[in-house]
């Protein structure tokens, strides 16, 4: 793990531990690495790593540049497939059904796994046994940014802007019932104030009419807003992570703001179908890893936003469980019902 992400995994860990029978109940699951059957000579082709979600928003970016420095280490192409559709699960359940092979992977967002199976009943898809973790990328914050003519240049200043025009403010988000869906819900129940939910088909839309004014707000996690923030279009009231973030060095933590605990950042990474080989996930995991050090690998993340991180299966897996944990009590806050 690196080490400039440790205290946050840290006080995550420490924060789940008052739910232990929580982490018991799901430690069957996740698939904790087993042996299984070597997998001679892999890769020998091509490798499909599936966004779940269009291209253009931040776990796009993310995944398009770890496929391509993952690919020079392993010697092998990887081709980002993107298969959006019902906020994730069209993706999703495709890799859950494929060949636990090796040759086709998930770039996983963190919201897929700690929160869809607390707000969706019936997914085609068991996200805690269906899959086999290999490796965690990075973390990226959550943001609340407004059109840059909304009248409200500080956080305080939009709640009292919701205050005074109760259910008028729309915040458009990147899928009904996901984690930029929950951060509104969990805002306005933080705040008592009433605020509009509008799902979009992914992050590039819901950026794209915040922009124009369509609606007023945006919950979205910080790549995609990053450089319409930069060109004075969006105006970021507050970041909803542990602590600052170097791109917004001069934007606040809602905890700064008055909101203690407001943590709600995601994490991307690596995972594929249950019954990968033993050997192909010990490989993967390494030559993520090791991508994931590269300098310009770095850069990218860091530029659009994100904390580029190095895991081990184990750290991956417990970082995992700890925000199922932690988003139980989120979710009971929100007062989001799954549907």
Request: charged share 20%; hydrophobic share 45%; aromatic share 4%.
């Amino acid at each position: 793990m690196t080490n400039h992400l440790a205290p946050l995994v840290g006080r995550k860990l420490a924060r789940a531990a008052i739910s232990r029978r929580t982490l018991i109940a799901a430690a069957g699951s996740l698939t904790p690495l087993t042996s299984r059957p070597a997998h001679a000579e892999w890769p020998d082709r091509p490798i499909r790593l599936i966004v779940a979600y269009p291209p253009g928003g931040g776990t796009d970016i993310m995944a398009r540049a770890v496929a391509q420095k993952l690919g020079e280490v392993l010697k092998q192409s990887i081709v980002v497939e993107n298969r959006s559709g019902a906020n994730g699960t069209v993706g999703t359940l495709a890799v859950a059904q494929s060949r636990p092979d090796g040759y086709t992977l998930l770039f996983a967002n963190g919201g897929e796994f700690a929160l869809k199976p607390l707000m969706e009943l019936g997914l085609p898809y068991d996200t805690s046994r269906d899959f086999d973790l290999v490796a965690m990328c990075g973390s990226t914050p959550v943001v609340l940014a407004v059109n840059a003519r909304v009248p409200a240049q500080t956080l305080n200043e939009f709640i009292e802007l919701a205050r005074r025009q109760p259910g008028r403010i729309n915040v458009s988000n990147s899928g009904s019932r996901g984690t930029m869906h929950l951060a509104a819900a969990y805002l306005a129940q933080r705040a008592a104030v009433e605020l509009t939910h509008v799902p979009y088909r992914g992050a590039a839309p819901a950026v794209a009419d915040t922009v124009s004014g369509t609606v007023q707000a945006v919950a979205m996690g910080l790549p995609p807003v990053l450089a319409q923030a930069r060109d004075g279009r969006l105006r970021i009231l507050g970041i909803m992570s542990a602590r600052r973030n170097v791109n917004i060095p001069d934007v606040p933590t809602f905890e700064e703001l008055g909101f203690p605990g407001f943590d709600l950042s995601n994490s991307v990474g690596i995972a594929g179908p249950r019954g990968l080989p033993t050997d192909v996930v010990v490989q993967l995991n390494a030559a993520v890893n090791t991508a994931m050090q590269d300098p310009e690998i770095r850069r990218i993340f860091i530029d659009n936003g994100a904390e580029p991180v190095s895991m081990s299966v184990e750290d991956y897996r417990n970082f995992l469980l700890s925000e199922m944990a932690r988003m139980r009590e989120v979710v009971r806050i929100a007062g989001v019902p799954p549907e």
